[in-house]
């Protein structure tokens, strides 16, 4: 499937209702919020609608006009996220133009740390549940930005429209396979860096760049 069919496919768990009023937008991002709130407290499995609706401050309904569940919410957050994120790092790539592979990369890694750090929720649910391993009573929660895809591969395909002229691959497949590779190896590295400090290990982020800078950088994918 090409990266335009995945964006057109979107998901099939999608917002019962997008917002348009403003202030549903309102509703909306507060509901949110107190789910990214409630997810640092509790976390995934023992969150429940009710609480969020609660810590939001709008009735239960309310939530459901919006949302078709936990699952849908979450789902919601972590889209948000992600849009958040690419926004962020493309004001990066800005400030900082001309952007090289390596620095590109290294802007990636900064980024995610620094809402890592500072993101309510963000531990517990980036752009996908931080530990798909435990049990969470979702049905889909590898799936949560797109039912089509696995979140990574989600991401790596945003990420191939942000920083593909960066790049210059010739293969946009193979590009969209080394990102989704890479991914799944920050994942792992920056899970361990974070698991013991809240600000994260400062070695095992620098590692965590020089591995991708590695893989992605002086051994490219072939195109």
């Not at 993101?119 to 949560?144: K, M, S």
């Not at 945003?158 to 799944?184: C, I, N």
Request: proline content about 5%; glycine content about 8%.
């Amino acid at each position: 499937m090409s990266e335009q069919s995945h964006a057109s496919a979107g998901r099939t768990l999608a917002t019962r209702r997008r917002p348009v009023q403003q202030r549903s937008q309102e509703r909306y991002g507060r509901i949110l919020d107190a789910c990214a709130g409630l997810l640092d407290e509790v976390g995934a499995t023992a969150l429940t609608t009710k609480e969020v609706a609660q810590r939001a401050q709008v009735p239960i309904g309310t939530l459901y006009q919006f949302f078709a569940g936990k699952e849908d919410l979450l789902a919601a957050l972590a889209t948000r996220n992600l849009d958040q994120y690419l926004q962020r790092l493309d004001h990066r790539l800005a400030a900082d133009a001309p952007v090289g592979p390596a620095r590109f990369t290294d802007l990636a890694v900064d980024e995610f740390v620094a809402m890592k750090r500072a993101v309510p929720g963000f531990g517990q649910i980036d752009f996908g549940l931080a530990d798909v391993a435990a049990p969470t009573g979702l049905r889909d929660d590898r799936h949560l930005l797109d039912a089509g895809v696995d979140n990574n591969t989600a991401v790596a395909l945003r990420l191939q429209t942000l920083g593909g002229e960066v790049f210059a691959t010739g293969d946009p497949a193979a590009f969209t396979l080394a990102l989704r590779v890479a991914l799944e190896a920050a994942d792992a590295v920056l899970k361990l860096a974070f698991r013991g400090s809240p600000e994260g290990d400062p070695a095992l982020i620098a590692e965590c760049k020089r591995l991708l800078r590695s893989y992605l950088v002086e051994q490219p994918p072939a195109g």
